[in-house]
């Protein structure tokens, strides 16, 4: 029993100990996008910054414990404070240093169900997890229904809502005259995507969330997704390919009556993109077939 105790302090231990190793080697990598957008990449989703006149406009925020390394990351190429915080919707790698940020000064803003889905408790019946209501101070100040446009650091910022997408609560923020767009999480590029169907996401939606996006732009847009690298129309086009391709695999199955777990195991339908390694990441080529069945089930 001893021995027993022993080593499982010792598991205990290691694990905390590569938990704080893994926050303390996390590095915020900045990338200059055009002349006065950057992207920061660190742990959860990318980060985008316009600098200019009028201070820093900051599109999402990762999380709590990285703050200083943000901010350091932003003094890199700016003395100017963060003025708006921008939250692309309400999961925790995006919006995890909206504390932090609101005591530094930002004012932040989102869709309305990104505050209303922080300001209540969050269980995800999926993983089996429950998340406590957002602090008051970490909440969207300001919030908007459907679209809204900002004047800052001499250009236009077109924010619009993109509905059922990742979540019920998405944003895509599109920098008009830099012509950089950031998608949030209604892009995964080059992976499958999560759709976050507990909290208001839908197949149907993503699709057309990213058909909205591409109305927007033009060929020379440069894209910052929600998670991995820079991106651009071409691919942006293909990824909706994708999408609308397994939807139509996925359908075809539901109509013959196959079941959730049929979907699950037939590899057929994914093996394409499997092929191209979309399913090597966060989302496996299981989890996208089940989220797609769970999601078209309902409507086919």
Known sequence: MKFLKI????????????????????????????????????????????????????????FAHLTPKILDAIKSVTNQPVEFLI??????????????????????????????RMSMEQF??????????????????????????????????????VHEAHTDGDAM??????????????YFQGKYPYIDLN????????????KKALLVINDATKIIPGHRNMSNKAELQSYVKMLEELKTAVITEIKAGKTEEDVAKNTTLTKKYDDLNYGDWFISSERIRR????????VH
């Open 291 to 298: 989220t797609f069945y769970k999601s078209l089930q309902k």
């Open 7 to 62: 080593i499982t302090f010792i598991v205990f231990f290691t694990t905390v100990s590569i938990g704080f190793a893994q926050k303390k080697e996390v590095q915020i990598n900045v990338t200059k996008v055009s002349d006065h957008i950057y992207m920061l990449v660190g742990q959860g989703g990318n980060i985008a910054i316009s600098v200019g006149e009028d201070g820093v406009f900051m599109i999402d925020d990762q």
């Open 199 to 210: 909290s208001g996401g839908s197949v149907e939606g993503y699709i057309a969330a990213i």
């Open 87 to 116: 939250n692309t919707h309400w999961h925790g790698d995006h919006t995890g240093g909206n504390e932090n940020m609101q005591k530094e000064g930002a004012i932040i803003v989102a869709h309305e169900n990104v505050r209303k």
């Open 173 to 186: 923020v599109y920098f008009t005259e830099s012509n950089v767009l950031h998608t949030g999480d209604a």
């Open 124 to 161: 995800n019946k999926e993983r089996e997890i429950t998340k406590e209501a957002a602090p008051k101070e970490a909440l969207p100040v300001i919030t908007f229904s459907k679209d809204v446009s900002f004047f800052f650091n001499n250009e236009s910022i077109f924010i619009f809502h």
